[in-house]
C-alpha cells in the first residue's frame, strides 16, 4: 500500500524565471522541491516588463521586488502606427492614472530578476537545486521519475515542465504542440538617452514587426527591434555610432540622442502551443506552455499566471498534486488565458506583417476605438494587466453609475 502513495515531492524542469518562481511556490504550498536546471539568465540582455498582479504574487513569494533599484516603473505605454501604409492608426496613449493606479508594473533587466529569484530559492529550505539537466522522465500511474544526466534519479508526485519552448518534458507527457518560426527576429539591447522618458514605454509598429522601448532607471530604457533575421544581422553588425543613429531616427528623437550600450543579442521569434496544458504528472509553465513574439510584454505574466493556478490546485489536493483530476483542472483553467493572449499577440503581429487591406483595417479600426473611447481603452488596460479585470471594471462602473 505505501507504494501507491505519491511521494511528498515535486520536481521543477527548468531554472529560467518559470522554473525558478515555480520552485518557489511549490515550497510555499508545503512540498519538497527538486530544481534541476543549469543556472540561466547571468547573460541575458533582455528586460522584462513584469505587470503589478505578477509583481504582487512575487511578494506573496518572498521577493523583494524593489530589485535593489536596478528596475524601472511603468507609467505610461503608448502604441504608434509607424508603417507607411494606406491605412494608418493614431497614436493611442494608455496612461496607468486612467484605471486608478499609480503603475502598469516594472521593467525588470532579465539578469537582475534571474539574480534576485536564484538568491529567493537559495533561501527556501524545502527546494533543493541540480545544476544539471534531466536526460529523460518515466511516468506511471503514482509517481513519475527524472533520469538527470549526474546519473541521479529522483522521483515525484507532479513534475512542473519549466524547460522552456523545446520543453523535452512535454514529449515524455505525449503532449503534442502547434507552432511555426516567424520570419523575424528581435535585436535587443539598452541605450541612454539626452531626453528623460518619463516613465514611458513606446511601442512603434512597423512593417516588419514592433519597435518597443522601456525604461529603465535613469536615462536609459531597453530595445527590442523586430525586424527580419537579415536586418537583424545587419543592424547587429553596425558600429555604436551608426546604431544609436537609426535608434534615435526610429523614435523621432522623442529621447534626443541616443547612445547604445554593451550587449546586443538577438532572438529569432516563434509561435508554439500545446494541445494541452498537462498530462501524465507532467503540468507545463511559461514558454513550455506558450510561445509567441514579444508583443505587449505577455509572456512571462502569463508564465506567472500558469504558476499561480498549478499552485492554487496543488494546495487543494496536498494528497497526490500530479492526481489526473488535477492535472485536467489545471489545463481547462489554463486554456482560456493562454488561448486568448496567444491568439491577439499573433493576430497583431500578422497584421503588421500583412500587406492585405483588411488585416489592417482592422488593426487601424481595434486602435481607432481605443484611441477615441476612454472606456474601451480602460477594458483593454485592465484586461491586459490580468484576465477577466477588464470585465469587473465595467460592472464596477456600472455599479457606482447606479448608486
Ligand atoms: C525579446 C523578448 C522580450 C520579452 N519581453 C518580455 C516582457 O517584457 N514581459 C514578459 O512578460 N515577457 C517577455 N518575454 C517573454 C519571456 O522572456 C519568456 O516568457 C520567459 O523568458 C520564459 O521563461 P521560461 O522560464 O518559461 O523559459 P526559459 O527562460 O527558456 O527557461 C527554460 C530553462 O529550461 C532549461 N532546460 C531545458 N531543457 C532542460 C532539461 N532537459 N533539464 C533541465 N533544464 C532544462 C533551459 O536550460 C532553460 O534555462 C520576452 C521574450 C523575448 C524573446
Known sequence: MTDMLAPKTILVAGAGPAGLIASLAMAKAGFDVSLIGPEA????????ALMVPALDYLVELGIDTSFEGKSASLRTMRIIDATKRLLRSPTVPFHASEIDRNTFGANIPNAVLAQTLSDAVAN?????????????WVPSAD????????GLRLEGALAIAADGRGSPARDAAGIRTIGHPYPQSALVLSF????????TSNEFHTETGPFTQVPLPGDKSSLVWVVSPAEAETLNA????ELSRRIEARMQSMLGSVNVLPGRQIYPLSA???LSFA??????????????PPIGAQGLNLGIRDVQTIAGLVEENLSDPGADNVLRSYSRRRTPDIFARNSAVNLLNRSLLSGLLPAQMARSAGLSLMEKLPPVRSFFMREG?????????LWEKVGRQDA
Not at 124 to 136: A, E, F, G, M, S
Not at 238 to 241: E, M, N, R, T
Not at 281 to 288: S, W
Open 279 to 292: 498530462q501524465s504528472r507532467i503540468a507545463l509553465v511559461g514558454e513550455a506552455a506558450h510561445v509567441f
Open 272 to 274: 508554439r502551443m500545446p
Open 238 to 241: 553596425l558600429d555604436d555610432a
Open 192 to 199: 541612454s538617452h539626452t531626453r528623460p522618458h518619463n516613465d
Open 143 to 150: 509517481r513519475i521519475t527524472a533520469a538527470l544526466d549526474d
Open 124 to 136: 527556501q529550505p524545502r527546494i533543493t537545486r541540480h545544476l544539471t539537466t534531466i536526460k529523460n
Open 385 to 393: 494587466m490580468a484576465p477577466g479585470s477588464g470585465f469587473r471594471g
Open 41 to 48: 539568465g547571468a547573460s541575458d540582455a533582455r528586460t522584462t
